[in-house]
Structures are given as C-alpha cells and as structure tokens.
C-alpha cells in the first residue's frame, strides 16, 4: 500500500506544471521529498525563493489533489528553498511583516503554553506530562501535544501505543489520562527514525495542531524539543501561545542553554511565564539521604536575575522515573505524594497566572 500510494502520489505531483518553465513538477526536479504513514502524506516542493508567491497556487492544487487520492486520509505540501535571495533593504518607516502566516491555528483553546528548554536530558517531558495531569485533575479540558517530531516521548509516557481514530479528513487524539494528547509517535512505528528535513517537520507539526479534532479545550501544554529551532518558530508563528515554561537543571552547563530559551521567547513575544528546577537534588530510596548531584538553586537564581517566576523545584527520585518508564505519570498514579503535590502546585499556579486570578506569586516550590 505504501509504496503504490507514493506513486499515485507521483503521478499526480505530475499532472501539475510549474508556471515559468511549463514543466511537470516532477520531471521539473522539484519534488523534493514524499512521505507516506498510515494515510498521512507529506511532500516537499523545493522552488527558488523568488518563485515562491507564484507556486503557492500550485502547491494548493496539489495539495487538495492529493487529499482526494484513494487512501490519502490527510496531506500537506509545502514549500521549501535551498538557498535565500537577498533581501531587499524596507523603506524609512516601514512596518515590519508580522510573524504569523495564514490564519492561526487552535482557535478554540483558551491557553497555549510551551513547556520547553534549552538542551535535552534535564526532564522536560516529565514535567509536561506531569503538569497536563495535574491540570486535568483538577477539572480543566486539557490537551498534550507532543512537539518533538524527531524523538516522540509521549507514547510511552502515556503508556499506550494506541492508533488515533480518523474520521472524514479529521484526526482524533487519543484519551489518556484524562487528557487529549497527540504525538507523530502514534502514527509511526516506535522505531521507525524521522529522516525529514525542516519543511517537512514543520508541516508535520502544523498538521497535528490543525487536522486534530482538539475541540474546546482549556489549555494545551505542548512539550517542545529542546533548543531553539524549526518547531519553535512554527508555534510561535501559527499559534497564539499564552506563554512559556522553561525547565532546566541547576547546573550552569544547562542554565545556559535556559538562558537562551527565555531569549528565543522574549524575540517573538512569548512571555516567559516562570523556571522550574528539575533533578533539583537527590533522595537516596532507601535512607533519604540527600546529595546535591547536580548542585542546587540554580534555577531559581537564574529566574530572578531574569526576572521572571521561579515555579518550583523538583527532585531527582526514583518513582518519578519508574512510573514514567510504565507510563503511569506520578500525578495520576501517586497524587498524594510529595512530588505530585509540586506538579499540581505548579499547575495550578500556571493557571493562575493565565487566567487573570492576580493571587500574589507563590512562594517557591522546594523540597528539603
């Protein structure tokens, strides 16, 4: 099925012609890259930048061929250059082109908040699975989004590999504890490695925002990739985020890349809504002696010098990591616990924050 769907494909990118040669797209070179999963199919047109306000026409039509091919439960086509034009120096008191493309994205979700960070390894997901949780339980619509197209984590956070249902040209996210929660890990194979370039990713991504019957929901946390690249840029472009959770480590190595994180956000006008210290210390399991591995407070330190909230700080214990490992996030599984009370402080807070309660800023969150 997949390779004969990727050759319909074909012979309709075929039946298209560019506007200046009159070439077929295909014999043309400018198919760039076609991926086909499950019905989902992605194809890449690579056009020289100047071309690209005529080939727009072009790349809706075949898109909207594409969507019409037996089999084809939903496609994007994108446009992509390999190499930029100069740019053409503004004229004295012109206005700057604003960030967003098209019209934006989750109209029906109050909030949008990124979970995000500045390297990888320091917990990020953790605590976004976590803070859905919390904030689910404690009685809002809430959705998870799984950002990271080339390492999905949520499908085994979550515990389920579970196939989204498809209805008409709309994908279902899957129900998982107490949340709505979509991840390119559910519509791939778990091993299956995400060789695509940036076009592609961000499509992917918009397509998961877009094509994804989320309804009306209270918040959607997404759980972003680590840095400051393509995925970034897409959210803060086509979706109006309410704001950013940055998760770090306290040693200065991470907080660096923190750093640059609230950077990136403060660029495009997403306001950096606080710092949460994550791996903040070590428990031994058996006797409760503590070590500093990591050291400690440095987030909390570095959310004051930014000037923004510091949130909390979390441990670095074993349950959180045996029951994120079976899938069963320690906020839905322990919600009596200690570190679950600090997720759904946190959540709750967050809520606060975004919801025009002006309670006066929590204390910070630490466990001695």
Not at 122 to 128: E, F, H, I, N, Y
């Amino acid at each position: 099925m997949g390779d004969a769907l990727i050759e319909a494909v074909r012979k309709a990118l075929g039946e298209l012609t560019e506007p200046r040669s009159g070439r077929d797209l295909v014999s043309a070179g400018l198919v760039d890259a076609i991926h086909c999963r499950d019905g989902m199919v992605q194809v890449a047109l690579a056009v020289p930048r100047e071309l690209a306000r005529e080939m727009e026409p072009v790349r809706a039509e075949a898109e909207a061929r594409l969507r019409r091919l037996p089999g084809v439960v939903s496609a994007t086509v994108v446009l992509t250059a390999h190499s930029a034009a100069p740019q053409r120096p503004q004229p004295r008191g012109a206005r700057a082109t604003p960030p967003g493309q098209g019209p934006m994205l989750l109209p029906q979700v109050r909030y949008i908040v990124a979970v995000a960070s500045g390297k990888g390894g320091v917990g990020k997901s953790t605590t976004a699975v976590n803070l859905a949780v919390a904030l689910a339980a404690q009685g809002h619509a809430v959705g998870l989004l799984d950002a990271d197209i080339y390492g999905p984590s949520l499908p085994h956070m979550l515990g389920t590999q579970e196939r989204p249902r498809v209805v008409g040209q709309r994908i279902h996210p899957i129900q998982r504890w107490g949340l709505r929660a979509m991840s390119i890990g559910f519509l791939v194979e778990q091993e299956t490695p995400m060789v695509w370039r940036g076009p592609m990713v961000m499509g992917a991504l918009e397509q998961m925002m877009g094509q994804v019957e989320w309804g009306a929901l209270d918040m959607l946390i997404v759980d972003m990739p680590p840095g400051t690249g393509d995925a970034q840029l897409t959210m803060s472009q086509r979706v109006p985020l309410a704001g950013a959770v940055i998760v770090s480590t306290p040693q200065d190595v991470a907080l660096i890349d923190a750093r640059r994180g609230v950077r990136m956000f403060e660029k495009v006008n997403v306001p950096v809504l606080g710092l949460i210290e994550n791996m903040s210390f070590y428990c031994c399991p058996k006797c409760g002696h503590r070590e500093d591995l990591f050291g400690h407070g440095g987030a909390e330190r570095e959310a004051r010098r930014l000037g923004t909230e510091f949130l909390g700080a979390l441990p670095l214990r074993l349950a959180i990591r045996e029951l994120s490992d079976q899938g069963t996030p320690i906020a839905a599984a322990r919600p009596e616990s200690e570190e679950a009370q600090i997720y759904h402080r946190i959540a709750r807070r967050l809520w606060e924050k975004l919801s025009g309660q002006h309670a006066p800023a929590a204390p910070a969150i630490v466990m001695e």
